[in-house]
């Protein structure tokens, strides 16, 4: 199952909306979760099964979909919201990455 | 608390096996799936596979299958992953990551990587 992200990178300022989409390949329900990765730090889970926050994951992050297209949304960007953000289906082995979303602010 | 220590950086030459570790604490380590995870230089994350300590049931993504070794020793609380050949292209960050399964509201169980490892950096080059 191939996810494909987009965009692949942008640029904001704190206090935007930021959405970011992942599109599977084929029906997947709602077996995605999203990742946030920092430099030089391993990902930590934000979102699992495509819109349930992970204990301790600010409120400000959401996320939404299912079927095919997903998407994760920051409702008010902060300072500490940088790092590239992945999604991966856990509908089947391998479990695949899409390719990340870079963000940055401006 | 959970914790996935990872074995330190290496530096290989091409041809050179290699076995790096993974070592599980605060948990039932056997009843619990741990993945491994590659990010090449500048790249993203690719899942490589993933086994249950328990009784060793492994999943390989495709493009790792034959390339990798995954194991695991329930005595130590260790996930092993190794290279019997390594290649310049292997050249990557390798995180384990312990799976959770995760109930939604209609009860489907659906598999997240909730604790990761630091990483291990591994180097080929000649």
């Known amino acids: 199952i191939q996810m494909t992200q987009s965009p692949s990178s942008l640029s904001a300022s704190v206090g935007d909306r930021v959405t970011i989409t992942c599109r599977a390949s084929q029906n997947i329900d709602n077996f995605v979760n999203w990742y946030q990765q920092k430099p030089g730090q391993a990902p930590k889970v934000l979102i699992c099964g495509a819109s349930t926050l992970r204990s301790g994951v600010p409120s400000r992050f959401s996320g939404s979909g299912y079927g095919a297209e997903f998407t994760l949304s920051i409702s008010s960007l902060q300072s500490e919201d940088y790092g590239t953000y992945y999604c991966q289906q856990s509908y089947s082995a391998p479990r695949t990455f899409g390719e990340g979303t870079k963000v940055e602010i401006k | ?126």
């Open chain 2, 1 to 126: 608390e959970v914790q996935l220590v990872q074995s330190g950086a290496e530096v290989k030459k091409p041809g050179e096996s290699l076995k790096i570790s993974c070592k599980g604490s605060g948990y039932r380590f056997a009843n619990s799936w741990i993945g491994w995870v590659r990010q090449m230089p500048g790249k993203g994350l690719e899942w490589v596979g993933i086994i249950y300590p328990g009784d060793s049931d492994l999943r390989y993504a495709p493009s790792f299958e034959g390339q990798v070794t995954i194991s695991a020793d329930t005595s130590t609380s260790t996930t092993f992953l190794q290279w019997n050949s390594l290649k310049p292209s292997d050249t990557a960050m390798y995180y384990c990551a312990r799976q959770w399964d995760f109930f939604d509201s209609s009860a489907q169980i659906i598999p997240l990587f909730d604790y990761w490892g630091q990483g291990t950096l591994v180097t080929v080059s000649s």
